[in-house]
């Protein structure tokens, strides 16, 4: 599906879209090319009455709503396939005169699938730079997250170490008994080593915390907060398709231990260039392109 130009999707009256194994290739295998769907609902000369169209046809937008996040959904092609004793006689069958129309338009749309595959192309291009993106900011978001935590944390435990040293070096100036001092010694020692098992504790937790799904949903409300507002559904199917992989990948990160690496700020800026100024100007080149060759013929 990843190399194909057109994806073929054909429901019949029976089962339209109901079974779990067509609701997990489209949440699945299908989820981020709605570009390339093209969905069919099939043999509908079999429906005897209206009523049973309106229903298989509302069962079938439901189901897809659910794996498709758009408020829109995808074109439905409504059509049959030819036989050799012609439709059968129905009530809805007589009155749905269109649907070898659509029957050719689905063909046409079949056969023109190799003049898409260069916006094919540009348009995986875009979407794996917008994932990246949406994925390079929630990991700089989450590490900043924890960044500040184990700050706070060795700050904390410098200040005690601080004063710790503060207090022994007290003992001396004032020539207190030795054991006043090694008392004070054993107390620092003792909170010092206190703070940082509770630091290691705490920050083990913030870790569960942040790489916990209502956590990355924060981080993702907190970096595209234009976009949850305006309800981008394109921005919001992304996130669904991320979330999984971003929370294991920081899982992982977080258990190997050491300093987790960012994006820069340039990075994220080329990346933005390339959405903004790269990718359009790809658009406008391919459309000449394919102006160019339409004309070609008619000049022969």
């Not at 570009?35 to 099939?42: C, G, P, S």
């Not at 294991?248 to 050491?258: C, K, M, R, V």
Request: net charge negative; proline share 3%; with cysteine.
């Amino acid at each position: 599906a990843q190399r194909a130009d057109i994806v073929c999707i054909f429901f019949d009256p029976d089962k339209p879209g109901t079974t779990g194994e067509t609701m997990s290739v489209l949440l699945n295998s299908l989820s981020g090319m709605d570009h390339k769907l093209l969905i069919v609902l099939n043999k509908a000369d079999q429906f005897e009455k209206i009523h049973d169209f309106a229903r298989a046809y509302g069962s079938l937008c439901w189901n897809l709503s659910k794996v498709i996040p758009r408020k829109d959904l995808p074109p439905i092609f409504t059509m049959s396939l030819p036989s050799e004793g012609g439709h059968k006689e129905s009530t809805l069958s007589s009155s749905l005169s269109d649907l070898e129309h659509t029957r050719d338009e689905v063909v046409d749309q079949v056969l023109q699938a190799p003049k898409r595959r260069i916006d094919n192309v540009i348009t995986n291009l875009y979407d794996c730079t917008a994932t990246l993106m949406l994925y390079s900011k929630i990991w700089n978001d989450t590490v900043s997250r924890y960044n500040k935590e184990w700050r706070g944390c060795r700050l904390q435990e410098f200040g005690m170490a601080s004063a710790a040293g503060l207090a022994f070096a007290g003992t001396n100036y004032l020539g207190l008994d030795a054991a006043v001092s090694g008392g004070v010694m054993a107390a620092s020692i003792l909170g010092v080593g206190g703070l940082v098992w509770y630091h290691q504790t705490q920050l083990s937790r913030v870790k569960e915390d942040l790489t916990s799904i209502d956590s990355l949903s924060v981080s993702f409300q907190r970096t595209h907060a234009r976009q949850v507002q305006d309800a981008d559904e394109y921005v919001a199917s992304l996130w669904q398709r991320v979330r999984g992989s971003l929370q294991s990948a920081l899982s992982s990160a977080f258990e190997d231990g050491g300093s987790l690496p960012t994006v820069s700020a340039s990075e994220l800026q080329k990346l933005q260039d390339i959405l903004d100024k790269d990718i359009p100007r790809l658009r406008r080149l391919a459309n000449e392109t394919q102006v160019g060759i339409a004309k070609a013929p008619s000049q022969v």
